[in-house]
């Protein structure tokens, strides 16, 4: 039986790797930081809209924007920021890992490969002990063993 998670259901929702399909590098990248600056200050869904205000970390301006799908399916962004290209903007892109994080677990907005690196880093946060052997206290000989 396959479990089903709130990210399959929601098309509002992606991971790191699907927002590459839909935004530059740079967007990505600027999105992700403006998310984790807290630049979007208010975030609502009504139906199948998502709007959002955003401050934009250039201007320190207060830019509002929606977003909704098409009758095609094609996600439209309109951001007051007006640098979309076609793609979505560093905004667009904030506003969206803003709004995955409250539906869901923010690590689940990692991708695979950044999953497993935070895991081995959560992992290798273990307390050492360490104790001078021989020598001066600031070279010599030193033993370590893990922490209690």
Known sequence: MTETTSFELDPL???????HTLASEQAVHD???????????????????????????????????????DA???????????????ELCRHSVAALFTYSARVGSPKELLSAGESAIEERMQSARAEVRTEHLSGEPAFGAWHGAPGR
Request: proline share 0%.
């Open 31 to 69: 999105g992700l930081s403006d998310f984790k600056n807290n630049c979007v200050t208010w975030a609502e869904v009504e139906g199948n809209l998502l709007s959002a205000t955003i401050e934009d970390s250039e201007t320190n301006e207060a830019l509002g924007l929606e977003m909704r799908y």
């Open 13 to 19: 929702v992606f991971d790191i790797d699907q927002l």
């Open 72 to 86: 095609d399916g094609n996600l439209l962004s309109d951001c007051e920021c007006g640098r979309t290209n076609g």
